[in-house]
């Protein structure tokens, strides 16, 4: 029987505290605006994952956090997709991009992983690159690993608190208005400033 769900909202980032305030755990963090934003008190751990079902632009969705770490992280999403029967298009993908500049922000309809382990990963598990994604520009440190797993300054962190809300912002677009009115919205904006 298929879902009823409209859409799975999937933050990516690493598991436990350690690993909490990094830039790559962006994704969970505009998960957990999401989360406050549609009235989620709690998540369930399910599938590899922290799962809520909320309704959002009036339809139902499922807001994961996968608790893989980032590298496995497609073996969560498939473990969710399976299970509710959804096709990879109606997955939106939120994660953090080294190669876009701080605090940039970029839609994209489907494509390939640009690098991020995460997104590989989630390519083989599904079989299928055809799934939207919300990227957010961290900017490249010297060294890859380090940077992504690095916590951002105090001055960084309000440019980025700001950033995380406008990609909670353009989530809320594609599922209300659909993905070519956001990526007009949010990429043009960026573009413009």
Known sequence: MPSTHNAVLVGLGNPGPKYAKTRHNIGFEVIDILAKRLGVSAFQSKFQ?????ATAAGIRVLLVKPQTFMNISGQAVREVTSFYKLEPEKVIVIY???DLPATELRIRKFGGP???NGVTSIIESLGSDRFPRVRIGIGRGSEAADHVLSEFSK?????FDEAI???ADAVESILKDGIDKAMNQ???KEAKE
Not at 49 to 53: G, K, N, Q, R, V
């Open 114 to 116: 640009g690098g991020h």
């Open 165 to 167: 809300t406008r990609a």
């Open 155 to 159: 001055a960084e962190r309000a440019q």
């Open 186 to 188: 949010f990429n043009a």
């Open 49 to 53: 994952s922290h799962l809520a079902d």
């Open 96 to 98: 953090d991009d080294l």
